[in-house]
């Protein structure tokens, strides 16, 4: 399966295709996904399709059988970005992040949190919701917060950087609602298709079941408004909500709301073992 199948775009995978002697694949090397020079990397993506995506490693094949219907609306959205990317737009984060919270297995989620879009700021997104790369300093506002309640909620240190693949590695889902941002303008990428997307996505981790039928362990947690707007999606699941980590909310209602705590309460609560929040 590929995103060729509407709009006609190449049904071929370049994650297998040679490129001037050089393997090329998305979802691998540093900031340009190991393409060769000049290359547009997102019209690499669009072309490279679903296979690509699959075969590279940069959906997890339980995220690829789950997500398989999602195909052509996420070429359409792919698309977008590599016509913006071919204006113009420097489009973040980079496209080889593009997926990164859906690198790992979803039957192994246990904690969904809600982001709204990527930093805008060059140099901070990776691909997982307010996690940044590990030489980012320093680190963003919301997360210099969210690192102020780690440390007043479980007496933790604060961590020396801000990449949170620690947390995703123990079946946390950081996922942004929308997966990308133009740089320097925060929001831009909204209502172009990703919340089709990750609604899909959220629903994915929801409908999972036990061989005996039962819902796994799920615990959610909900910063903000625009994260609460997926409370319906969520079927009952249990949810830690609160006001946003952002400067501007924080002291409305996010500091002191224990959620790393409450998290894992809810978690033992459910037969499940708790989330190590140290990095």
């Not at 990527?118 to 980012?136: I, K, N, W």
Request: charge should be negative; glycine fraction near 10%.
């Amino acid at each position: 399966m590929s995103f060729g199948t509407i709009e006609g775009m190449d049904q071929s995978s370049p994650a297998t295709q040679q490129n001037n002697g050089t393997a090329v694949a998305p979802g691998h090397g540093a900031q340009d996904g190991g393409l060769p020079a000049g290359e547009k990397p997102f019209r690499h993506l669009a072309d490279a399709g679903w296979t690509g995506l699959v075969e590279s490693g940069a959906l997890h094949p339980s995220w690829a059988a789950a997500l398989a219907q999602e195909s052509p609306a996420l070429g359409t959205v792919v698309r977008w970005l590599a016509t913006e990317e071919e204006h113009g737009s420097r489009i973040l984060p980079p496209a080889p992040a593009l997926f990164n919270a859906f690198r790992r297995p979803l039957d192994e989620v246990k904690v969904l949190i809600m982001g709204q879009d990527p930093y805008p700021t060059p140099g901070h997104a990776m691909g997982l919701s307010f996690s940044v790369a590990r030489d980012c300093r320093p680190v963003p506002r919301s997360l210099g917060n969210i690192f102020r309640e780690l440390h007043d909620d479980l007496g933790l240190p604060t961590p020396a950087h801000g990449d949170l693949s620690r947390w995703a590695d123990q079946g946390v889902l950081l996922l942004n609602r929308v997966l990308s941002v133009e740089a320097g303008n925060a929001g831009s990428h909204r209502r172009h298709g990703w919340e089709e997307f990750t609604t899909a996505a959220i629903r994915a981790v929801v409908a999972r079941r036990t061989p005996e039928g039962n819902r796994p362990p799920l615990v959610a947690v909900l910063w903000g408004r625009d994260a609460a707007g997926v409370t319906p999606l969520l079927e009952g699941c249990p949810a830690v909500t609160s006001a946003h980590p952002s400067p501007l909310s924080a002291s409305r209602g996010f500091f002191g709301s224990r959620p790393f705590s409450k998290v894992n309460e809810l978690l033992a609560q459910q037969g499940a073992a708790p989330i190590d929040w140290s990095l």
